[in-house]
């Protein structure tokens, strides 16, 4: 079987949701095809050939994948579906976006988000928030999958692939892009990072939510998230949102500030290896998956940890 | 402007589901069902713009049908979509728990039947979490897709669609007829009015069976089992921050 890995594409590079859905990929069969899409596409398809595992690149380059558009990806795909038995993507936003766009063009099912492969046919997702996993066995003769990232190890570095230009196919009628709004950050990607803050609703307003989150962040060298509440009040870009209907992320170490622990945030975060919660109440739910709790004001709590960690 | 909005009764979302001991699925006995939060945003997105609110001028929207595809009960969620404004309702009936896939093809056939100019849906259900059936009827259609809005503005046949997208939002344009699927912070719905309520229940509800379509729900997918995720127990607090920053040094995460 053959399987066809689309990248997650960063500019000249590629990110490592795209070696983690490699990694989901070579569970399923020895002969993986990474697709880099885009405007000028070259120098990421190289940074492609090297993830360790990849039998070769496919580099799809052309003025209108420049925004990994749905219908201009999808249709691209769908024209080279016929050479895989199953289609794999990242579960990003472009991912979740175009992936169910090219399970349907290919009259398949979509399988969104799997955190396990058990064989060439069957495979675990969360529901329900997390809060159970669904083993699915997919009778379609090709599969249309959507990785998440935080489940698989990344594929190494070290591998040599051949890199051809696929073939791109025009799309047709569909939306055109208009412009973008991107967060500037020096910070690690919220998805990537070792250490992640995240502040909630507590924190009151966007200046407090900088004033106490930057700093901190810029100390551990982590990335900064947000509660649902946080983000809805403008106190952080929607980029931020952990969550079910948000980022996923499972950091070494998670902390939450101020972040009362819906069920909805703790399907963004719950897979972090350690938790800390930093809340007044002593009952808020987040105290029941943090491993260690601190019970306080952030006020006071956050400043000393400032001065805790030197 | 003629608005489909495809609404699904799902799990309240204040309820935390619980996995069935004999592993074939979640429990949902006597547990309280709502209209999917993220097809509330899209009811009242259509009924702004159909009714003029913010940017959107009055009668943008002209005809707001919504349509379920579920259980008998699926009534009450097109009841609630009705007394939050919107015009009428279709109910395709159907007991089985349909696959994305089938549930955008049965889309696809009312599209067809209603040829509405724009079709808004929640980006995602919160029980299967798929994110899938906007951009799956899309397809179907061959229609341009804009998911994930937190921004819709639309004039001259065309929709301006703010995304929400990893890294910041993403501006689209795509013309008319269109699929477009919402996010959370394009608006907040409204509660119904006891009044609404009332008159809602007086406005159209066209039942239909699956059989109506002829078009093919056969499940894709064979659910093997549903277990519980593994738990996480609740940890230790501790006293003040150094106490906490030596704990986070012996687990070897500082
Ligand atoms: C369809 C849907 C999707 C959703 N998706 C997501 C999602 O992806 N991610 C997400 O996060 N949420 C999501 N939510 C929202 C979720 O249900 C909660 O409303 C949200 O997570 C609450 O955010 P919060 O914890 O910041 O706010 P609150 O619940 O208001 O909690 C604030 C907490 O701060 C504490 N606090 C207050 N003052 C202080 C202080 N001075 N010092 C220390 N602690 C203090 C309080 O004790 C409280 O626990 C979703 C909801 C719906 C309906
Ligand atoms: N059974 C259904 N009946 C009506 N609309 C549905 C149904 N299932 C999904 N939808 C619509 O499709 C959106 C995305 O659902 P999903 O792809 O299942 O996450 C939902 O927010 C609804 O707008």
């Known amino acids: 079987m053959a399987v066809l890995v689309i990248a997650d594409r960063d500019g000249d590079t590629v990110r490592d949701t795209t070696h983690k859905t ?12 990474v697709l880099v ?161 995240s502040g909630g609703r507590a924190l009151g307003s966007a200046e407090e939510f900088h004033a106490v989150m930057d700093p901190l962040a810029d100390k551990l060298g ?34 939450a500030i101020g972040i009362s622990g ?25 105290f029941q998956v943090a491993d260690f709790g601190i019970v306080a004001d952030y006020k006071v709590a956050v400043p000393e940890l400032m001065t805790a960690l030197g | 402007m003629k608005v489909l909005v495809p609404v699904k009764r799902v799990i309240d979302y204040n309820v935390k589901a619980r996995v069935k001991s004999d592993q074939t699925g979640v429990d949902l006995a006597n547990v309280k069902m709502s209209m999917n939060p993220f097809d509330e945003i899209a009811v009242e997105e259509a009924v702004r713009l159909r009714d003029g609110k913010e940017h959107h001028a009055a009668g943008t929207a002209t005809e707001i049908v919504v349509v379920s595809i579920g259980v008998t009960q699926a009534q009450e969620t097109i009841r609630t979509a009705l007394a939050m404004g919107a015009d009428r309702g279709i109910l395709i009936q159907s007991d089985a728990d349909l696959e994305p896939l089938a549930v955008a093809k049965l889309l696809k056939a009312v599209v067809d039947e209603e040829k509405p100019d724009l079709v808004l849906l929640g980006k995602q259900s919160i029980d299967g979490d798929n994110n899938a059936v906007g951009q799956m009827l899309a397809a179907l259609l061959d229609w341009p897709q804009a998911t994930f809005a937190g921004k819709l503005v639309i004039a001259d046949g065309t929709a301006t669609v703010t995304r929400e997208v990893d890294g910041g939002l993403q501006t689209l344009a795509a013309p008319l007829p269109a699929v477009v699927t919402v996010d959370l912070r394009l608006n907040t719905p409204r509660y119904a009015s006891l009044p ?51 704990k986070l040094k012996t687990a070897g995460v500082l």
């Open chain 1, 37 to 197: 899409l885009g405007d000028g596409a070259k120098a990421a398809a190289a940074a492609a050939a090297k993830i360790k595992g990849v039998r070769k690149v496919l580099s799809a380059d052309s003025p209108a994948l420049g925004h990994q558009l749905a219908e201009a990806v999808a249709a691209t795909v769908v024209g080279l579906a016929a050479g895989y038995d199953a289609i794999l993507s990242p579960a990003t936003t472009d991912g979740k976006n175009f992936m169910p766009r090219i399970a349907a063009a290919l009259d398949v099912a979509p399988i969104s988000d799997i955190i396990e492969v058990v064989s060439t046919d069957t495979f675990v997702r969360p529901i329900y928030a997390g809060n159970a996993l669904e083993t699915v066995q997919s009778s379609d003769g090709k599969k249309v999958i959507t990785v998440r990232p935080t489940a698989f190890t990344a594929a190494e570095e070290g591998g040599s692939a051949a890199i051809e230009a696929a073939k791109v196919v025009d799309a047709g009628r569909g939306a055109s892009f208009v412009s973008e709004e991107m967060v500037k950050s020096d910070r690690p990607e919220l998805g990537a990072a070792k250490i992640v803050v």
């Open chain 1, 262 to 286: 819906a069920i909805q945030h703790l399907a963004g975060m719950k897979d972090s290896k350690i938790i800390v919660a930093i809340n007044k109440d002593p009952d808020a739910p987040i």
């Open chain 2, 196 to 246: 609404n309520i009332m008159k809602a229940k007086k406005k159209e509800i066209a039942v239909k069976a699956v059989a109506d379509y002829g078009v093919d729900v056969a499940d894709r997918l064979k659910v093997l089992k549903v277990t519980e995720p593994p738990k996480r127990s609740a940890g230790i607090k501790v006293a003040d921050a150094a106490e906490l920053v030596s």
């Open chain 1, 222 to 255: 982590a990335a900064v998230g947000a509660s649902r509440a946080a983000v809805d009040a403008g106190y952080a870009p929607n980029d931020y949102q952990v969550g079910q209907t948000g980022k996923v992320v499972a950091p070494a170490l998670y902390i």
């Open chain 1, 22 to 33: 490699v990694t989901a990929a070579l569970a399923l069969s020895g002969d993986v095809d």
